[in-house]
T-cell receptor
């Protein structure tokens, strides 16, 4: 079973536009993380937001978390062609944080 | 630091063969994990370890064994390969379980014919 579900599955935008990806999850969490995966590569951690935080920024990334709706969003501002990748949300699936559950991801394509 | 390394990068097996995927990290991380990624899907947790000598099952453990004799190494063994195990396998490590980012290896692409 997947804890996190991303929406949309795929997104195509022009360079310079903003990209928003959403993640919904099913059970209570301690934290939620976003990862990026370039084609054929391993995942790279982008940002972690704890359950008691509502918003977090890192460079051109902005993550929000709404625990009442069990959802999170990742906003990439002023997208670049190099942002083309798949983006995954990941949540802890148990209270000990031993198991991380990944969603199916959003494929972002940024056209130059 | 090399980070997380995985070998081999590619492997083709026949049904019924066994093999070991190697994973090593040089960051002195306590937590290590194995995932598989199938086309168009996210990662699914196979096994994880919270320290040397301690392992446990993830979402999809059947057909796989792990051991953790040292902090650095966390090999994944396929006991009797099946076509359903064709996938890309990623190893990851983090300082500890819970509120820490995971560092991923480059992956092993496995095909079982």
């Amino acid at each position: 079973s997947q804890q996190g579900e991303e929406d949309p599955q795929a997104l195509s935008i022009q360079e310079g536009e903003n990209a928003t990806m959403n993640c919904s999850y099913k059970t209570s969490i301690n934290n939620l993380q976003w990862y990026r995966q370039n084609s054929g590569r391993g995942l790279v951690h982008l940002i972690l937001i704890r359950s008691n935080e509502r918003e977090k920024h890192s460079g051109r990334l902005r993550v929000t978390l709404d625990t009442s709706k069990k959802s999170s969003s990742l906003l990439i501002t002023a997208s670049r062609a190099a942002d083309t990748a798949s983006y995954f949300c990941a949540t802890d699936a148990d209270t000990g944080g031993f198991k991380t559950i990944f969603g199916a991801g959003t494929r972002l394509f940024v056209k130059a | 630091n090399a980070g997380v390394t995985q070998t081999p990068k590619f492997q083709v097996l026949k049904t019924g063969q066994s093999m070991t995927l190697q994973c090593a990290q040089d960051m002195n991380h306590e937590y290590m994990s194995w995932y598989r990624q199938d086309p168009g899907m996210g990662l699914r947790l196979i096994h994880y370890s919270v320290g040397a000598g301690i392992t446990d099952q993830g979402e999809v453990p059947n057909g796989y064994n792990v051991s953790r004799s040292t902090t650095e190494d966390f090999p994944l063994r396929l006991l009797s390969a099946a076509p359903s195990q064709t996938s890309v396998y990623f190893c990851a490590s983090s300082y500890s379980a819970g509120l820490y980012e995971q560092y991923f290896g480059p992956g092993t692409r496995l095909t079982v014919t």
